[in-house]
């Protein structure tokens, strides 16, 4: 009788949100399948983000790069030190945009929604275009901002203009006031690169469900904010003639940023899960696998809709037994099994208060991918 092939097995998590970082999750869940599957087997980790706060540590972990650092400013324009990075071949950088235009940056003042822009943003872009970098990876959750991307345009050098041809400011309240862009000045490497924009809505740019009806209100927008804001973005998606871009599901996100973008240089709006996958290899890495562990904080419905674990079971060919280990599992056996899932387990031992199992994360996640690792067959049988 041949021996059996030692198993493949891929973790790749999302983070568990304050408890254990995706890079922490999949060391974690590595060596729970380790001590069940053996070390002949082939545990390949691979931890992944939506897209959202993590992103940019989740790419540089399976890169193994560092992060890099650059002046910047905030959604204020006050000054800032942002980090980003690049890839080990040097040829793709990623931004996560709330290095600079994020809401904790200005916490420590009154909202500005009016004032609020992503020049900050456009500065960390130019340092990967500097670098020479032939792709951008733009991930934008968690911003202040609601300008339509014209402050990261702004900081690539594009002068936007009045009717009386001087420059305007390109905080939110000023997009009205856009008739002109100048783009003589955009950064000469700006429209060369491949952009690809993180998005984890699906809102259009304008109306009820826009950028600024929907996502104004948490940045301090009052109702006569939310109109102005609106109008503004409506009117620079005419003054860009992109008013099709400013229909498209994903426009909305982070105050419209994918806007300028989109119909300046030619960015594509991807699924924040997608495009983190697709750019670690995750395809590649499931080709062979014959299990994957993959996991968040709470698996629930909104999992399967653009999500890291949505991603992976998407991915993941038909032969490869998908599992799931999560904080929390709020979705039954049947939910699990017509979502093309094998099984899903919460780290929770009993009965707990979320302190402790956030305290205690990266042990219950060991302990829970070995059972499940067991339970599997990938061993002796005996828990790990």
Known sequence: MSTPAPPVIVVAPDSFKGSASAAQAAAAMARGARAVAGDAARIIELPLADGGEGTLDAMLAVWGTEPLTVDATDALGRPCTARYGISADGTTGIIEAAEANGLPQVSDVDPQPLAADTRGVGRIAAALLDAGVQEILLCIGGSATTDGGAGLLAGLGV????????????GGGDLASIEGVDVSGLHARAAAVRWRIAVDVDNPLCGPRGAAAVFGPQKGASPEDVATLDGGLAHLARVLRAEEVAASPGCGAAGGMPLALVAVLGAVMVPGAELVSTAVGLPQALAGADVVLTGEGRLDSQSLGGKVVDAVRRTAAATTR????????????????????????SIAPGPAELAGLQADAERLIEDTAAQACAALG???GRCG
């Open 322 to 345: 998908v599992v799931v280990i999560a904080g929390a599992v709020q979705l039954d056996a049947a939910a699990c099994r017509d979502a093309g899932l094998t099984a899903a387990f």
């Open 159 to 170: 002068r936007f203009l009045d009717a009386g041809g001087h420059r305007t400011g390109t």
């Open 378 to 380: 990938l061993g002796t």
